[in-house]
T-cell receptor, first 115, second 112 residues
Framework: GAVVSQHPSRVICKSGTSVKIECRSL??????MFWYRQFPKQSLMLMAT?????????EQGVEKDKFLINHASLTLSTLTVTSAHPEDSSFYIC???????????FGPGTRLTVT | DQQVKQNSPSLSVQEGRISILNCDYT??????FLWYKKYPAEGPTFLIS?????DKNEDGRFTVFLNKSAKHLSLHIVPSQPGDSAVYFC???????????FGQGTRLTINP
């Protein structure tokens, strides 16, 4: 149980374009989903917390107009990187949490490369 | 302000021996702690957790110990296996909080 999927697993896009990453909880309803970013040899950096049906809460320093998050249903959240630049190249990971506990279950991650 | 700290960036252990990964925290509000394991280019996998009302939780080869007075927790893996080689993150949270606060991670290498 507690399986989270992400799509795509890796994506290459040109500078200036937008790319959407999907995160799905496959066998549970996720009232809260989280988006993280991981730089090489560094820890997980929380970007934002999203609750189903409401606006995401962004961490300090994360541009909400650049990283658009939508949590339209209890099983799906999307992260759209708008007007991507090479410095946005990173490993993006989502996680999902049920109401019954604080454990977060992570997706497999998406490697974004902006050329 | 690093509220959760893993002071050892790496640890090397011989196969079959015990691996001990340590984590310290500063926020006394934290009342729930978790350990995650992460392979390169994959998302973290939940391993084991402990509530502050306990001082030990065991699941197979994995045991987590919590010392609240020292604000310290540790993850014991015994016996260590080659597949345990990964980066291990400890995380903390408190009741009412949605997010987890992660440590920097410790890279564990199990040598044959």
């Amino acid at each position: 149980g507690a399986v989270v999927s992400q799509h795509p697993s890796r994506v290459i896009c040109k500078s200036g374009t937008s790319v959407k990453i999907e995160c799905r909880s496959l066998d549970f309803q996720a009232t809260t989903m989280f988006w993280y970013r991981q730089f090489p040899k560094q820890s997980l950096m929380l970007m934002a917390t999203s609750n189903e049906g409401s606006k995401a809460t962004y961490e300090q320093g994360v541009e909400k107009d650049k990283f658009l998050i939508n949590h339209a249903s209890l099983t799906l959240s999307t992260l759209t990187v708008t007007s991507a630049h090479p410095e946005d190249s990173s490993f993006y990971i989502c996680s999902a949490r049920e109401d019954r506990g604080p454990e977060q279950y992570f997706g497999p991650g998406t490697r974004l490369t902006v050329t | 302000d690093q509220q959760v700290k893993q002071n050892s960036p790496s640890l090397s252990v011989q196969e079959g021996r015990i691996s001990i990964l340590n984590c310290d925290y500063t926020n006394s509000m934290f009342d729930y702690f978790l350990w995650y394991k992460k392979y390169p280019a994959e998302g973290p996998t939940f391993l084991i957790s402990i509530s502050s009302i306990k001082d030990k939780n065991e699941d197979g080869r994995f045991t987590v110990f919590l010392n609240k007075s020292a604000k310290h927790l540790s993850l014991h893996i015994v016996p260590s296996q080659p597949g345990d080689s990964a980066v291990y993150f400890c995380a903390a949270t408190y009741q009412g909080a949605q997010k987890l606060v992660f440590g920097q991670g410790t890279r564990l290498t199990i040598n044959p």
